[in-house]
């Protein structure tokens, strides 16, 4: 950590210039969770959403945002990503859901906006398809739980994250 690349002198936003960096092997996680009420939990985990399949969906809506994330955030590199998951776990005791984002490439720039960007979207899409039963669902804590590969070397958040995240 140090200063921040994305400004030039002048403290205009600029794309980072990465061509010089090493490729290598990268990877990162993140996460997030969504609480929806009773009725929404029991629909999806018993697959019963009138919708169709609400996590079946979510997870190609996160791969696909993942795929499309330099076209959503301004300064991001447009990466040739070769493999991103979406996967969830429930949380009974809570009613949340928790998704998680992995995406890996060899590269000269990380995935972690890649990986935030799938866990995003993927609980948007939850939130749509489930909206009719429950609006006052909330999406909270994504963040990134891990990263490997270039020159930061490997990140992993510590349990809970002194920011009170539930992993």
């Given at each position: 950590m140090g200063e921040l690349t994305h400004f030039d002198s002048s403290g205009n936003a600029v794309m980072v210039d990465v061509t010089d960096k090493e490729i290598t092997q990268r990877r990162a996680v993140?996460?997030?969770?969504?609480a929806v009420n009773e009725e929404v939990y029991a629909a999806i985990k018993g697959g019963?959403?009138?919708k169709g399949d609400v996590l079946g969906t979510a997870r190609i809506a996160g791969i696909m945002a993942a795929k499309k994330t330099a076209?959503?955030?301004?300064?991001?590199?447009?990466?040739?990503l070769t493999k991103v998951t979406v996967d969830f776990e429930f949380?009974?005791?809570?009613?949340?859901?928790?998704?998680?984002c992995t995406a890996k490439l060899s590269g000269r720039t990380g995935v972690e906006?890649?990986?935030?960007?799938?866990?995003?979207?993927a609980?948007?899409?939850?939130?749509?398809?489930?909206?009719?039963?429950?609006?006052?669902?909330?999406?909270?804590d994504i963040?990134?739980?891990?990263k490997e590969g270039g020159k930061s070397g490997h990140y992993m958040v510590k349990?809970?994250?002194?920011k009170g995240l539930s992993h």
């Open positions: 993140a996460g997030g969770l969504i019963t959403a009138k076209d959503l955030i301004p300064i991001c590199h447009p990466l040739m949380k009974e005791e809570t009613r949340q859901i928790k998704c998680i906006m890649e990986a935030l960007t799938g866990v995003s979207v609980l948007l899409t939850i939130y749509d398809m489930c909206k009719a039963l429950d609006r006052g669902m909330c999406i909270s963040h990134l739980i891990e349990e809970n994250g002194g």
